[in-house]
């Protein structure tokens, strides 16, 4: 089976049946998504995004916002440059500090952070690549708490990465958050299941 790399207009439920089936597939979603989440450090979390977490996500703001047919077209463009095209990993990057005046101090110093996000395993060093739709960073060096991160993969990372039992670390090379995780198998297992 070829997986989806992009929701078109015919993917789009109407309201009226996503309502009626919402329980089950935010039950259902929760269970995709067990092993696609990834902490790295004190206050980060990646989240990494499929076909299946941007449907449920468009169908989400159509349900919420209730713009109808016009609303369609943004919520398409906005999340589909998230789905993997077969050869990359795609990430909602989080740092979640409940503290305002913490928060604000935090990401003062972080500009750049998405820049100095990489995958290292088996002798490869895959860096990430920010969404391109806005900077991310201020001028003033403040990093936004919500980032869009590709990794691109060649076809011998690739490979590699799916092999099983490989020892695959996430992290950051920031100077002022340069944390790191090794995945666990289920999830680089979940991961490697992206690629075409």
Known sequence: MTKKTEITRDDIWPMERYEAERKGLRKQLVEQKRNRRCEVGP?????????????????EMLYIEKGGEEQIADELSAYNPLIPKGNELCATVMFEIDDPV??????????????????????????????????????DGKASSVQFIHFTFTPEQIEAFKTPETRVILGFSHPQYSHMVVLNEATREALAGDFA
């Open 43 to 59: 206050v980060c979390t990646f989240y990494f995004e499929s076909y299946e977490t941007m449907w449920a996500q468009i169908h």
């Open 102 to 139: 913490r928060r604000k101090a935090f990401l003062s110093r972080l500009g750049g952070v998405e820049e100095t996000a990489f995958f290292e395993f088996d002798g490869h060093r895959v860096l990430g690549k920010p969404e391109e739709d806005v900077d991310r960073t201020t001028a």
